[in-house]
């Protein structure tokens, strides 16, 4: 019987701690089958490299072609992402092995994002033991991002490295600076959001207790289409977004979608039309959802699509919005990796267009 391991991570990038898992995977079973995560997503902070980067960072470090496979990211459908990993890995056997297959899953009970490894009971666990290269991927991004020479020392929370990239494998520092020439615009502008959030978080880090952000987001459907802005400032700037943003100490959550709403592209709706179209509500709240800390916002869905009268309400944008725009519902996949934070998500659970729900 062939042991299998399974390794899951967004290897953004691949660092050593990565690499020790494959090493002591590729010694410890048959085959090794690594799956990448947040296939397709935007490109950020968090998510700043493509799969296919990704895919040749582990291809360097000597993981098979034919074993790599990716997945994209369900926030808030955690059961749809497990078995689309089952399924993943159940194709890859039919192709590659057949039967007479031992599969478990390999990782380490590293902090509180780890919970997933308890959600395989099919497959058997592998714990990877304790690390020699502890330093994760994000604070190689912190590096990466935040200084134009490689060399200069910096702090990320808790800890002191003297040069980023000493955390990741060799071949991989020479992928990242040929990605870095040939994405110098886009090497620029997460430079530029490191800082803005590097700063946003230096504001609260003598608060009482980690904040907690509210923000409200609209979103309206009107005759096939649904309203977006592109915002005008850091963070995601010029990202696809729902208008939305923080509500007022004295105002009721409604009150301030509607504001913000307003503020943002001077819709030519009725308050109290928008009011009665109102559909539902909804609170998004993954941890990760946005740089700058933890913010959870309430999703207001106006739904005036049986509203047939007339052409589509005028807008203009305003405020933190660069620009707004009506975007057809139909051709919503062809932007959905220009979208800021999770927003591309919400929409698509919300319109029940997304096939996990």
Same mark, same amino acid.
Request: net charge negative; hydrophobic share 35%.
């Given at each position: 019987?062939?042991?299998?391991?399974?390794?899951?991570? =967004?290897?953004?990038?691949?660092?050593?701690?990565?690499? %020790?898992?494959?090493?002591?995977?590729?010694?410890?079973? *048959?085959?090794?089958?690594?799956?990448?995560?947040?296939?397709?997503?935007?490109?950020?902070? =968090?998510?700043?490299?493509?799969?296919?980067?990704?895919?040749?960072?582990?291809?360097?470090?000597?993981?098979?072609?034919?074993?790599?496979?990716?997945?994209?990211?369900?926030?808030?459908?955690?059961?749809?992402?497990?078995?689309?990993?089952? %399924?993943?890995?159940?194709?890859?056997?039919?192709?590659?092995?057949?039967?007479?297959?031992?599969?478990?899953?390999?990782?380490?009970?590293?902090?509180? *994002?780890?919970?997933?490894?308890? $959600?395989?009971?099919?497959?058997?666990?592998? *714990?990877?033991?304790?690390?020699?290269?502890?330093?994760? $991927?994000?604070?190689?991004?912190?590096?990466?991002?935040?200084?134009?020479?490689? $060399?200069?020392?910096?702090?990320?929370?808790?800890?002191?490295?003297?040069?980023?990239?000493?955390?990741?494998?060799?071949?991989?520092?020479?992928?990242?600076?040929?990605?870095? *020439?040939?994405?110098?615009?886009?090497?620029?502008?997460?430079?530029?959001?490191?800082?803005?959030?590097?700063?946003?978080? !230096?504001?609260?880090?003598?608060?009482?207790?980690?904040?907690?952000?509210?923000?409200?987001?609209?979103?309206?459907?009107?005759?096939?289409?649904?309203?977006?802005?592109?915002?005008?400032?850091?963070?995601?700037?010029?990202?696809?977004?729902?208008?939305?943003?923080?509500?007022?100490?004295?105002?009721?959550?409604?009150?301030? $979608?509607?504001?913000?709403?307003?503020?943002?592209?001077?819709? !030519?709706?009725?308050?109290?039309?928008? !009011?009665?179209?109102?559909?539902?509500?909804?609170?998004?709240?993954?941890?990760?959802?946005?740089?700058?800390?933890?913010?959870?916002?309430?999703?207001?869905?106006?739904?005036?699509?049986?509203?047939?009268?007339?052409?589509?309400?005028?807008?203009?944008?305003?405020?933190?919005?660069?620009?707004?725009?009506?975007?057809?519902?139909? !051709?919503?996949? %062809?932007?959905?990796?220009?979208?800021?934070?999770?927003?591309?998500?919400?929409?698509?659970?919300?319109?029940?267009?997304?096939?996990?729900?």
């Amino acid at each position: 019987m062939k042991k299998v391991a399974v390794f899951v991570g =967004r290897f953004q990038p691949v660092a050593l701690a990565h690499q %020790e898992i494959i090493e002591k995977a590729k010694k410890e079973f *048959d085959e090794l089958v690594v799956i990448i995560g947040s296939d397709g997503a935007t490109c950020s902070l =968090r998510n700043p490299f493509s799969t296919e980067i990704r895919r040749k960072m582990l291809e360097s470090v000597g993981v098979k072609p034919e074993n790599i496979l990716s997945i994209r990211d369900s926030y808030y459908n955690f059961n749809w992402w497990v078995q689309s990993i089952y %399924e993943l890995v159940e194709k890859w056997r039919k192709i590659n092995i057949g039967n007479g297959v031992e599969i478990s899953i390999i990782g380490h009970y590293k902090d509180i *994002d780890s919970y997933w490894l308890n $959600a395989f009971p099919k497959w058997k666990f592998f *714990d990877s033991g304790k690390l020699e290269n502890n330093i994760g $991927a994000t604070i190689v991004r912190f590096g990466f991002f935040n200084k134009l020479k490689d $060399a200069e020392p910096f702090t990320h929370d808790y800890y002191k490295i003297k040069n980023f990239s000493q955390e990741i494998p060799n071949e991989i520092y020479e992928i990242l600076k040929e990605w870095k *020439d040939d994405n110098i615009k886009t090497w620029n502008t997460l430079n530029e959001e490191m800082k803005f959030v590097t700063n946003y978080k !230096k504001k609260w880090k003598d608060a009482p207790y980690p904040p907690i952000f509210t923000t409200v987001d609209s979103l309206i459907e009107y005759n096939d289409h649904i309203l977006l802005i592109k915002r005008g400032k850091l963070p995601g700037k010029g990202l696809y977004a729902l208008p939305g943003g923080f509500i007022e100490p004295n105002e009721k959550i409604l009150d301030g $979608a509607l504001r913000e709403l307003y503020e943002e592209t001077n819709i !030519k709706i009725d308050n109290g039309f928008l !009011k009665y179209m109102l559909k539902e509500v909804k609170v998004f709240d993954d941890i990760h959802r946005d740089e700058r800390g933890r913010i959870i916002t309430h999703l207001y869905h106006f739904d005036c699509y049986n509203n047939r009268i007339g052409e589509l309400p005028e807008i203009m944008a305003g405020d933190d919005a660069n620009e707004v725009i009506w975007y057809p519902i139909d !051709k919503l996949n %062809e932007i959905s990796n220009q979208f800021y934070s999770d927003h591309f998500k919400i929409i698509m659970i919300i319109l029940e267009k997304n096939n996990e729900n």
